[in-house]
């Protein structure tokens, strides 16, 4: 595992830009010390009151007392919302599928990862796998 230090932003430490795919788009990472190998795809933001949670492309961002205080729990189904994100997954605010109450992509419903989350992150893949030679 690489290690970096000194890096900070926004108040927090964070890992080499050279070496996330957010910053590096063409998947060449030029400037990353240990070269493409050495990337990462997503990292995790711990921001001091911060309310909530984002997700994306580039990782997820939680409060770090959200984070601090649930250490030992074992879901922290706001990570695990954000994670959803980070692999494409979209949020269910307005619509609810047939026959499914709860699940974590439908905040608030659910408090770890569902049969349903399951079969949707099946379901996601299916359809992308095709793009990575899959
Ligand atoms: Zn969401």
Known sequence: MDIYVGDIRENAPQCAEPCGRF????????????????????????TSGFGGGAGGDWGQRIGSEYYMSNLNADNLHILLHEIGHSFGLDDFYDWTPTGVCCFLM???SASSITEFDAWMFRDWWRHLKSRYGR
């Not at 060449?28 to 240990?34: A, K, L, Q, V």
Request: a neutral charge.
């Open 106 to 108: 439908k905040a608030g």
């Open 23 to 46: 910053f590096n788009q063409s998947g060449t990472y030029p400037n990353c010390p240990g070269g493409p190998s050495h990337h990462y795809d997503m990292s995790l933001w711990l």
